[in-house]
């Protein structure tokens, strides 16, 4: 049985279970549910992730589930939950790396928790062409619209700030927090979470004194929220007539000349310099939206939003006839980083596996790239698709004998299994060749 809250004490109703109504105090500073606890922790196992700082795992935590959901919110509830450090990691980005902080398992249950409670609230501030991380909107809602106002507008200011998350200024940042929240123990712990230090692996600590480390539940939220203000709230006030949108970090600004365009560029960085953020000098960049009517030159053309690589493009109307378009397709960097992680599946070699095997291994992922990849221009993906359907090739001529060195055959073999099964791999659905059509 739920508990109810009333003001700060937490009333357990008749026929809770005994061992719960024993350990709950009847009354705290903080309020609290067991039902947002459990609700957060089953967020957190439905995302999965990496261990933190404790290496504990969530089946690990989910063991002795009661008591450690138990003790998160008696400390959470009576103001004495500190968070641990946040584990250093990285993963490959195109310059280099990118530094991720890592929560523990109870330490997402925890920002999950908080998050819940105040998300509703912020999500009613936030501007309509904000669409990172924000319920009923998302990255294909941005990319729309980007492509609608690249038709209607002949020039985009591609926005690039440099190593945003890591530099937003946490005076600024708690400003903003505190203008909307107001529940106590969402302040003290935004606050608390922002100060946790970061691990490496070798067990040194570092203190940080700005930023708020991707790889956190809150992070997200919390960079919305200052970029709000930092951005969309300055241009809604100062530039409305300029449209824009804005993934996270990710933004473009469409302009009517590139006059418009360079002089937006010089007003955002210096308002971007009063918030203590940088536009990244050879990232950030003024593009022509090239097309059949649009017939100029421009050093840039193209620009990348979101995984797409926006550029003109050869594309046919109702009535048959061929055009230039300025429009989105899978970039070129995206669909290399799909390749690599092909190649990584070792899947010629999986000799082992049947093919429904394969499939239930790899399909998921394949199903999940051709569902947003697909959205614009999908015959950008079609080499994608066809390097996918080479592996396949490979690895039935490695596991059957009457195919070993008939690579032909194998493909005809596996294009009457694509007529037959149409669904068993997400490509064949896509690509016109694999199923023989």
């Known amino acids: ?30 309020c609290i549910t067991r039902h947002e606890m459990y609700e957060a922790y089953e967020h957190v196992k439905s995302n999965q992730g990496a261990a933190g700082v404790d290496g504990q795992s969530i089946e690990e935590f989910e063991a002795n589930l009661e008591r450690n959901l ?45 998050k819940r409670r105040i998300e509703p609230e912020l999500d009613k501030c936030f501007h309509p062409d904000s669409y990172a991380y924000r319920p009923d909107k998302s990255a294909k809602d941005a990319l729309g619209v980007a492509r609608k ?67 956190g539940v809150v992070s997200p939220l919390l960079a919305n929220l200052f970029l709000h203000y930092a951005f969309d709230r300055w241009m809604q006030e100062n530039h409305p007539y300029i449209p824009f ?49 649009r017939k100029g030159r421009y050093a ?3 620009f990348d939003f979101l995984g797409y690589t926006f550029r003109p493009r050869r594309s046919k109307n109702r009535r048959g006839t061929f055009f230039v378009n300025f429009s989105p397709a899978v970039s070129n960097t995206a669909a290399k ?27 998921p992922v394949l199903r999940g790239w051709i569902n947003y990849f697909k959205s614009f221009y999908k015959s950008a993906l079609y080499p994608v698709c066809r390097h996918f359907e080479r592996t396949l090739v490979r690895w039935a001529t490695r596991k059957y004998k009457r195919l070993r060195g008939h690579k032909r055959n194998a493909a005809a073999w596996l294009r009457g299994i694509a007529r037959r099964q149409p669904g068993l791999f997400a490509h064949w659905q896509l690509l016109p060749s694999a199923a023989g059509r």
Request: proline fraction near 5%; include cysteine; charge should be positive.
């Open 337 to 363: 980083e799909m390749r690599k992680t092909m190649r990584e599946w070792k899947l010629h070699r999986r000799s082992d596996k049947s093919l429904e095997d394969l499939s239930r291994m790899f399909n």
């Open 245 to 293: 949108e804005r993934f996270a970090d990710d933004i473009i600004c469409h302009c009517k000349s590139e006059r418009q365009a360079r002089w937006l560029w010089a007003e955002l960085d210096r308002r971007f310099t009063r918030c203590k953020l940088a536009l990244h000098p050879a990232k950030t960049k003024i593009v022509y939206c090239k097309d059949d009517d």
């Open 1 to 30: 049985m739920e508990p109810e809250r009333r003001g700060c004490t937490v009333q357990l109703e008749e026929g809770t279970n005994q061992q719960w109504e024993e350990s709950w105090p009847k009354a705290k500073p903080f």
């Open 70 to 114: 138990y003790k998160l919110w008696n400390r959470m509830s009576s103001g004495s939950y500190f968070p641990p450090p946040v584990r250093h990691a990285e993963i490959p980005k195109d310059e280099g790396t990118r530094p991720l902080g890592i929560p523990t398992v109870s330490d997402r249950i925890a920002q999950t928790v908080a």
């Open 300 to 302: 840039e053309e193209q």
């Open 149 to 215: 106002q690249c038709w209607r507008y002949d020039w985009v200011l591609d926005l690039d700030l440099k190593a945003f998350f890591d530099s937003i200024d946490w005076e600024y940042l708690l400003w903003a927090v505190r203008k909307h929240v107001k529940e106590k123990w969402v302040l003290l712990y935004m606050e608390r979470w922002l100060k946790a230090p970061v691990q490496y692996d070798d067990g040194r600590l570092l203190s940080r004194e700005k930023g708020t480390p991707q790889g």
